[in-house]
């Protein structure tokens, strides 16, 4: 396996490994020397091989002029390992390192199965694509995007611990009192501050319907706010956030693939608020977007979130949450798992 650069090219990754082991496979992991990767990976006691990573860029920069000697002697390096390790199979999940593991493979005629959880292709799984047997593909849109008939709609890789989590162990973390409804508000991994902010000044007319967890991000944590009874921050959250989840019964959120479809496999009506094109490549207006048109969403645009519009919205989700309920219901998307290991196991090297 490979992918890093950021936890969304880690985490769906470990979704496989259990139903990958179940199946007789040794796990080994390709991943840069620094990236959060490598915390992720070693902590599930998988072998981990580090090499170095250049990052690709769209825009000008003089890392540009050396990153590229990085990325040839990450493909040395990934050469050496794989010559090595002699692998029936390399699953990528993108990010800058791939891109030398997978040419690494390729060179050593090693099939190659990559993921894309985005509508749109990233930079690294484009310039990995032309090495792939196969690119296994989130949304229906995305097949577009993909040629020579590479493109497989498999949907997201979903982890057993979220669609596990525990509903009673959720409103025990979060120390809610009541039985009022609850909404989970999150900001992607680092928080949002318009998020933050926008619920926080809606906070007091809000908790008169509603209990609420908020995972704000690190460093967004307000003391004057720790005491509320209905109103559960935190700064982010590992183990429990799959009994947080379960808990709720609405989600607001930004619109990042891996947590949407989270949300889809668990049937939570959701109102996103993608990042603008200001902050991102536009990913996220386009999974909004998707969600939308398939029914499981209402989406809120960031140029529009002020604290009425962000009420106005969460009210409107409550009122029309069964609706969307039911079409999730019916979605055969919500969970990649077994589509992915059959394609891995349709391209293995025999």
Do not use: W
Not at 185 to 194: A, C, E, Q
């Amino acid at each position: 396996m490979t992918g890093g650069g950021t936890a969304g090219h880690v985490t769906p990754n470990l979704a496989l490994v259990p139903k990958l082991k179940q199946k007789g496979f040794e796990i080994k992991y390709i991943g840069s020397k620094d990236g959060i990767e490598k915390e992720i990976i070693e902590k599930e006691k998988i072998q981990y091989y580090s090499i170095s990573s250049g990052k690709l860029r769209r825009y000008f920069d003089f890392k540009n002029f050396s990153d590229p000697f990085k990325v040839a002697k990450g493909l040395f390096e990934a050469l050496k390992i794989l010559s090595k390790e002699k692998p029936n199979v390399v699953f990528s999940k993108g990010g800058f390192v791939a891109v030398p593991v997978v040419m690494a493979a390729t060179i050593k005629k090693i099939p190659v199965v990559a993921h894309e959880s985005d509508i749109t292709p990233g930079l690294a799984n484009k310039l990995s694509a032309p090495f792939c047997n196969k690119l296994c593909v989130t949304f229906p849109e995305s097949l577009n995007y993909v040629k020579n008939n590479k493109g497989v709609l498999t949907g997201s890789p979903i982890r057993d611990d979220i669609i596990n989590g525990d509903i009673i162990k959720g409103k025990n973390i979060a120390g809610f009192k009541t039985n009022k409804p609850i909404i989970l508000v999150m900001g992607g991994s680092l928080g949002s501050k318009v998020i933050n902010d926008a619920l926080r000044e809606k906070l007091d007319e809000l908790l008169k319907e509603f209990n609420i967890i908020h995972i704000c991000g690190k460093g967004n944590f307000d003391k004057s706010l720790d005491k509320i009874e209905g109103y559960a921050q935190f700064e982010y959250v590992s183990n429990e956030l799959s009994h947080l989840m379960k808990s709720s019964d609405y989600v607001v959120s930004r619109a990042g693939s891996n947590s949407i479809f989270e949300f889809l496999s668990l049937q939570k009506p959701m109102l996103l608020i993608p990042l603008s094109k200001k902050a991102s490549r536009g990913d996220q207006i386009l999974n909004a977007n998707s969600f939308k048109k398939e029914g499981f969403c209402l989406v809120l645009e960031e140029e529009n979130l002020n604290k009425d519009t962000l009420f106005e919205s969460i009210q409107r989700l409550k009122k029309e949450g069964t609706v969307l309920k039911n079409a999730m219901r019916k979605s055969s998307m919500s969970n990649g798992v077994e589509a992915i290991i059959n394609v891995i196991m349709d391209n293995m090297k025999k």
